[in-house]
């Protein structure tokens, strides 16, 4: 076949409008594509650089955001807790202490219960321990704070305390500067500090319980702590008599042999839960001395 005729259609239509009409069209297409190609590029780039901010801003959030911890101790159990920072903690019975380590601070929650500090020292981060609406700022220290029904209480070891409570309308703080300072929070409000006992107030890590100079309510509440066994004297007028003793930690059978000795009682009832004495006799005690 002789395709001459085709060839000089052909090179006719070169030049008509619509080969350059497809031309053009064909030129803009491509340059639209390649237009599009780099927008996807550079879109793809900016999700990339945003995602990866997102993640570094999510660490951030993450490494900032203090991590919390709780502790405890069941009745009659006791521990030792070594923190994150080098600081130690040590609970006694029947406590819980919640621990938040940020960058910029250092919180804990007394719960409830009983709990020495002992403070590692970093002045970038404060270390508080707040109880019943009652703060504690170390100063590079180690303290004692108790949180228990009736009674709230700090007892400074050595170092330096500052001590606010959250409802005292006077706006005081009390600062602890010597070994064996207390203070106690009443009503909302601080005491003033007194010097206490520190073998006395710290008996429990050693296990023990120092009663002296408590009364005998006051003296029960501090032994039945120890025990899910509780002691009860069944009798009203002695809650205020006076008394004194060490006994080791829970040991219910001493404490009551103890008191029924120098009381005149007799166990009227025992069973799991409890001890309860009554008066042997007539007779009334007072202001007794009882063995350990």
Do not use: C
Request: charged content about 25%; hydrophobic content about 45%; glycine content about 8%.
């Amino acid at each position: 076949m002789d395709n001459e005729p085709i060839w000089h259609a052909l090179e006719g239509l070169r030049g008509s409008a619509v080969v350059r009409e497809a031309r053009e069209y064909a030129a803009a297409e491509q340059i639209r594509l390649r237009r599009a190609a780099r927008w996807r590029h550079a879109a793809v780039n900016r999700w990339s650089l945003g995602g990866a901010l997102a993640a570094a801003a999510a660490v951030a959030v993450l490494m900032l955001q203090p991590s919390t911890e709780t502790y405890e101790t069941q009745v009659g159990q006791m521990r030792q807790v070594a923190l994150a920072d080098g600081s130690v903690v040590r609970l006694n019975t029947g406590t819980a202490v919640r621990v938040r380590l940020g960058w910029f601070g250092r919180e804990l929650d007394l719960v409830r219960g009983e709990a020495q500090f002992s403070v590692a020292h970093d002045a970038s981060r404060p270390f508080r321990v707040t109880a019943h609406r009652m703060s504690v700022t170390a100063l590079g220290t180690a303290f004692d704070v108790v949180a228990l029904p009736g009674r709230t209480a700090v007892t400074l070891m050595h170092g330096k305390v500052l001590v606010e409570a959250a409802d005292d309308r006077r706006e005081q703080d009390r600062r602890l500067t010597a070994p064996g300072e207390q203070v106690r929070l009443a009503g909302g409000s601080l005491s003033r500090p007194v010097r206490v006992r520190l073998d006395a107030a710290l008996a429990w890590q050693r296990r023990l319980v120092d009663l002296s100079g408590l009364t005998l309510f006051d003296a029960l509440a501090e032994v039945n702590r120890y025990s899910a066994t509780k002691i009860v004297v069944a009798e009203p007028e002695l809650q205020h008599a006076q008394i004194s003793g060490v006994f080791r930690a829970g040991d219910v059978d001493a404490v009551s042999a103890a008191l029924s000795t120098y009381f005149d009682l007799q166990v009227l009832r025992r069973d799991a839960s409890q001890v309860v004495l009554g008066r042997r006799s007539a007779a009334v005690a007072g202001g007794k001395q009882i063995a350990s």
